[in-house]
T-cell receptor, first 114, second 113 residues
Framework: AQTVTQSQPEMSVQEAETVTLSCTYD???????LFWYKQPPSRQMILVIR??????QNATENRFSVNFQKAAKSFSLKISDSQLGDAAMYFC???????????FGTGTRLQVTL | GAGVSQTPSNKVTEKGKYVELRCDPI?????LYWYRQSLGQGPEFLIY????????DSGLPNDRFFAVRPEGSVSTLKIQRTERGDSAVYLC???????????FGQGTRLTVV
């Protein structure tokens, strides 16, 4: 079974600084997708960034980028120039290429301070 | 609608009662998913619909849980004989297809007292 592990229950970053959230996963599949979702207090899960396992290039979306280490089964999220609006729960998620369901980690609560 | 809509936003029910949670997906999305998020946890998969049929219901915890999507649009998650352990946020998501990005609703917080 696939598992996703987020070992940082909480992280804190100062506004304008950079923070990295960690995620590791376990799978025997070769074709899969990895995601980072943001969940603010509104409860709605918002997709931040997505990475296809077959792509060696790390995905980037504006201030958000990932460090995808396939051999190590590691998928960390880097947030640059942190903003107050980035404060939320962040979930790492995995999806096999042939399946529909997402497997989520337990989340990291990110605080952004002035 | 513009996004995935879930009703009610919050539901409090007594142990043993029956509840229905509704999900209205984005128009045109054929895939619909239900997840359950317990306090302090990530969402856990319950069931996936492709059109009207349940393509994967492997996440339903027991036979008290059932979901339908009769016309391939709106879906209802039904929970019989609710237990306190069913208390959680129930999230619905929809997408154009299995591999497309899933868009989530704001969930229904179910509290069983």
């Amino acid at each position: 079974a696939q598992t996703v592990t987020q070992s940082q229950p909480e992280m804190s970053v100062q506004e304008a600084e950079t923070v990295t959230l960690s995620c590791t996963y376990d799978t025997s599949e070769s074709d899969y997708y990895l995601f980072w979702y943001k969940q603010p207090p509104s409860r709605q899960m918002i997709l931040v960034i997505r990475q296809e396992a077959y792509k060696q290039q790390n995905a980037t979306e504006n201030r958000f980028s990932v460090n995808f280490q396939k051999a190590a089964k590691s998928f960390s999220l880097k947030i640059s120039d942190s903003q107050l609006g980035d404060a939320a729960m962040y979930f790492c998620a995995y999806k096999p290429g042939t399946a529909s369901k997402l497997t989520f980690g337990t989340g990291t609560r990110l605080q952004v301070t002035l | 609608g513009a996004g995935v809509s879930q009703t009610p936003s919050n539901k409090v029910t007594e142990k043993g009662k029956y509840v229905e949670l509704r999900c209205d997906p984005i128009s045109g999305h054929t895939a619909l998913y239900w997840y359950r998020q317990s306090l302090g946890q990530g969402p856990e998969f319950l069931i996936y619909f492709q059109g009207t049929g349940a393509a994967d219901d492997s996440g339903l915890p027991n036979d008290r849980f059932f979901a339908v999507r009769p016309e391939g649009s709106v879906s209802t998650l039904k929970i019989q004989r609710t237990e306190r352990g069913d208390s959680a946020v129930y999230l619905c998501a929809s997408s154009y297809g299995q591999g497309a990005e899933a868009f989530f609703g704001q969930g229904t917080r179910l509290t069983v007292v």
